[in-house]
């Protein structure tokens, strides 16, 4: 029963939604269904295609709504009755679930809902996660999670934001929408910005599986495949960036042996198609191909020693260019003082200082720098600067224990 809700979940509040037209009243026939499972398999039995017999029984359920709800009879009457009461054969799944899929991940992602709400609604219609695991993902109250849900669903609804895939320039509007949204829920997964635990495997495999979903519903474009290769490539280093107790490893000290070959296989492959889409298109790489490129240099370096630095700080020059921010600044600033040595990698850092100042790993970064110059006090200063600005309880113990 609980595999049933993980799999079936989004799938088939997204189909629902497409009948019924409302999100809330399609996760209301979505619960009655599980429930009606949960009363009938145990005598009954597993069914062959539980989302069929899911389907199938939240769409009866949908049914009997009618016959006492004189307004969503009338939504009824819109939407046209055929769609909603044919009974699909409940052993073949239904053909367009993709696109369904599809829809409800664009809504989620919508640009009109804030960011905190699109993380919020995407895990939760989409990734199928209650808001208990949210609330503890995020580690801030389930009330405010729920909250957040709440009133996206009211901003989708009050706003007439449409249950469709767009076309055209608003498509690639809101697909940037999507693909930023996915990546801040494996960031947060990757390197926690608060909390006892450096990295939450949980949800950078929620974000992964997203993007592993989005790469089959739109295999077309090129920047989803750049994503998915950049979660990939990173992801596969997740059981090695922590220590027995949860605190961080880093990149220079991490055992390589730990990597997960098989996601770096996914993502060299997932980036060979970015590369491959975009040459096709005479397009230059996107943001997420280029991020996944870098990656892809550590990926297939057996030693942190023989990082090829170089081409590292060419990509982040490359990337730089077409996609000035000052984290990507302080990024290529690492790769340049691995090339040319920290007082080039100080220069860059100190260009950006004043935009990130209140940014943690500006501070750790320029504290390494001034350590491999030999200017501990200045070096101390900064590794306690960054060990106060950072709320991750294991990052602000490496930072202390650097500063000593």
Partial sequence: MEAAWRIEWPRLVAGLTRLVGDIATAEELAQ??????????????????????????????????????????????????????????????????????????????????TPPARAALTLRMVGGLTTTEIARAYLVPESTVAQRIVRAKRTIASKGIPFEVPEGAELTARLDSVLEVIYLIFNEGYAATS??????????????????????????????????????????RTTARSDSGGGPVLLPDQDRSRWNRLYIERGLAALARAHTLNRTRELPPGRYALQAAIASVHAVTPAASDTDWRRIAGLYAVLAQRFPSPVVE???????????????????????AADLDGYHLLHAVRGDLLERLGRTAEARAAFERAAELTANDGERELLRERAR
């Avoid at 949800?203 to 989803?224: K, M, N, Q, S």
């Avoid at 302080?330 to 950006?352: C, F, K, Q, S, W």
């Fill in 32 to 113: 009655d269904a599980h429930v009606a499972a949960l009363e009938q398999w145990p005598s009954a039995g597993v069914p062959p295609n539980p989302g069929g017999w899911l389907m199938l029984t939240a769409k009866h359920r949908a049914v009997d709504r009618i016959r006492r709800d004189a307004n969503f009879a009338r939504k009824l009457e819109l939407l046209g009755r055929e769609a909603i009461t044919a009974e699909a054969p409940v052993g073949e799944p239904d053909p367009v679930i993709a696109d369904d899929l599809l829809r409800m991940i664009f809504t989620a992602c919508h640009p009109a809902l």
């Fill in 195 to 236: 909390g006892e635990r450096w990295v939450r495997a949980e949800l950078c495999e929620d974000a992964l599986r997203l993007a592993r979903i989005l790469t089959g519903l739109l295999p077309e474009e090129p920047e989803v495949h750049g994503l998915t290769a950049l979660l990939e490539l990173q992801a596969s």
């Fill in 330 to 352: 302080l990024n290529r600033a690492v790769a340049v003082a691995m090339v040319h040595g920290p007082t080039a990698g100080l220069e860059l850092i100190d260009a950006v």
